[in-house]
């Protein structure tokens, strides 16, 4: 009955290692975010799709590859891990763009 | 480009006391909209305000927009332990339905 849901939960991995994060919303939204939440707890948007097109695209490096392959899911790779790359992710979705997101339970990731 | 700040960072009460956090944009917001994180957990939606100076009551919490439309504050009365956590406003723009987050004000109650 999980709302949004990703997976894994927890993520660790080696530097330069290659890595994917799922995502998969059963709310019926049209949108959906990846957000990255720091060690200061900050949250920064990096990524929106809505109906699969994409509409915010961060200046996040290019390692950083989204894709949704239907409206129900997001996912993330993630390119050359690097040190900093360390972070809890966040998937969230919304109804359409600007109405109350709802939020995954997250993925911490840590790159050694 | 648009940031929203948000203070103060922590603050610490005694179970029974008031508590108010206070967000401000550099910039007018199409909406404001908050999120509580409890620790260890993911962000959770509370409330969305839209209207220039509309206040929203959610029990012991008051939610106020400013008439501007740039800033906003979250008022608890009588905190209780379960109001502890990381408080956030978010402040929306109108086309992209792009949030952009304060940093936060984390909450610890005393008993």
């Known amino acids: 009955d999980t709302a949004v849901s990703q997976t894994p939960k927890y993520l660790v991995t080696q530097m330069g290692n290659d890595k994917s994060i799922k995502c998969e919303q059963n709310?019926?939204?049209?949108?959906m975010y990846w957000y990255k939440q720091d060690s200061k707890k900050f949250l920064k948007i990096m990524f929106s799709?809505?109906?699969?097109?994409?509409?915010i695209n961060e200046t996040v490096p290019n390692r950083f590859s989204p894709k949704s392959p239907d409206k129900a899911h997001l996912n993330l790779h993630i390119n050359s891990l690097e040190l900093g790359d360390s972070a809890v992710y966040f998937c969230a979705s919304s109804k359409p763009p600007g109405l109350a997101q709802y939020f995954g339970p997250g993925t911490r990731l840590t790159v050694l | 480009g648009q940031q929203v700040m948000q203070i103060p960072q922590y603050q610490h009460v005694q179970e029974g006391e008031d508590f108010t956090t206070y967000c401000n944009s550099s910039?007018?917001?199409?909406?404001i909209q908050w999120y509580k994180q409890r620790p260890g957990g993911h962000p959770v939606f509370l409330i969305q305000l839209v209207k220039s100076g509309e206040v929203k009551k959610q029990k012991r919490l008051t939610f106020q927009f400013g008439e501007a439309k740039k800033n906003s504050s979250l008022h608890i009365t009588a905190t209780q332990t379960t109001d502890v956590g990381t408080y956030f406003c978010?402040?929306?723009?109108?086309?992209?339905?792009?949030?952009?987050f304060g940093q936060g004000t984390t909450l610890q109650v005393k008993p």
């Open positions: 978010a402040g929306g723009e109108s086309n992209t339905g792009k949030l952009i």
């Open positions: 709310l019926g939204h049209d949108t």
């Open positions: 910039t007018t917001l199409s909406n």
């Open positions: 799709y809505n109906n699969k097109e994409l509409i």
